[in-house]
C-alpha cells in the first residue's frame, strides 16, 4: 500500500481532476496572483461540486459570501444559468474587480451581482431589506465572524435550501483552536449549531491540494 501523505494527497488530486474539468477562464480565476491572498481559492473538487449541488437543486438565487479572483463564482453561476441569479459578497474591491473581469471572460457577469464590503454588513442590510430568499449559499469569508455569517445566511434562505461553508477543519485545529481567532471563530460556528431544530448538518473532512480541511452542509428545514 502506498505511503499516504501530502504529496500523495496533491497526486490524488490531479488524477481527480479529470472530474473537474477546467476551460482557461476558470483555470486563470484559479490560479490568479492579483488578489490579497493568492491561493486560499477552494480546489477544483470543491468548485465542481458547487455547481453540481446548485444544478441538482434547481437554485436560481445563489448567495456567496467571499469571491476572490471569482473562481467558485463562476462554477456557481454557470449551473444558475442566465435566467438565475448570483449575489456574490467581497470585502475587497480590488478582489471584486479582479474576479469581475473573470467573470465577464466567462461570459456570465450578467447574472452576478458583487457587493462590497464586510459580510455581516451586507448580509444585515439584506434581511432588513426583505430580500428574496436564496436557494443555497456558500460561505467562504473570514471565519472569525462565521457564526454570524451562518446565521444570516439562514435569515436569507428558504426552508429546504442548502448552506455550505468551506474550510471548518482547519488542520484538525478545531480540536485544540488556541489563540487562533479564525478557528475559534469555527468552533463557535458549530457550537451553535448544535441543537438547532432549524438545521440538518453533515461534516466531512478533506485532504488534497488545498491540505487537510474539511466543509459542511447545513440544510435548512425550519423557518
Avoid at 449575489?87 to 458583487?114: M, P, Q, Y
Avoid at 436564496?134 to 446565521?151: P, Q, R
Wanted: with cysteine.
Amino acid at each position: 500500500m502506498t505511503a499516504s501523505g501530502p504529496e500523495q494527497w496533491v497526486a490524488v488530486d490531479e488524477r481527480l481532476a479529470v472530474f473537474a474539468r477546467e476551460d482557461a477562464v476558470l483555470a486563470a480565476a484559479r490560479t490568479s496572483t492579483e488578489v490579497t491572498r493568492p491561493g486560499i481559492e477552494v480546489s477544483r473538487q470543491m468548485g465542481r461540486m458547487l455547481h453540481i449541488l446548485a444544478a441538482a437543486t434547481g437554485a436560481r438565487r445563489v448567495l456567496e459570501l467571499g469571491m476572490l479572483a471569482g473562481y467558485s463564482t463562476i462554477w456557481l453561476a454557470r449551473a444558475v444559468g442566465p435566467s438565475g441569479r448570483v449575489v456574490s459578497i467581497e470585502l475587497d474591491r480590488d478582489n471584486a474587480a479582479v474576479a469581475r473581469r473573470h467573470l465577464e471572460d466567462a461570459g456570465v457577469s450578467a447574472w452576478v451581482d458583487i457587493h462590497c464590503g464586510p459580510a455581516a454588513d451586507v448580509t444585515a442590510r439584506m434581511v432588513a431589506a426583505g430580500v428574496e430568499p436564496f436557494d443555497l449559499v456558500f460561505i467562504d469569508a473570514d471565519k472569525a465572524n462565521l457564526a454570524t455569517y451562518v446565521e444570516r445566511a439562514l435569515e436569507l434562505a428558504r426552508p429546504g435550501a442548502l448552506v455550505i461553508v468551506d474550510n471548518v477543519v482547519r488542520g484538525g485545529r478545531i480540536l485544540d483552536p488556541g489563540d487562533d481567532e479564525q478557528v475559534r471563530g469555527v468552533v463557535r460556528a458549530l457550537g451553535a449549531l448544535q441543537g438547532d431544530d432549524r438545521v440538518q448538518v453533515s461534516i466531512t473532512q478533506t485532504v488534497g491540494e488545498k491540505g487537510w480541511d474539511g466543509f459542511a452542509v447545513i440544510r435548512k428545514v425550519a423557518p
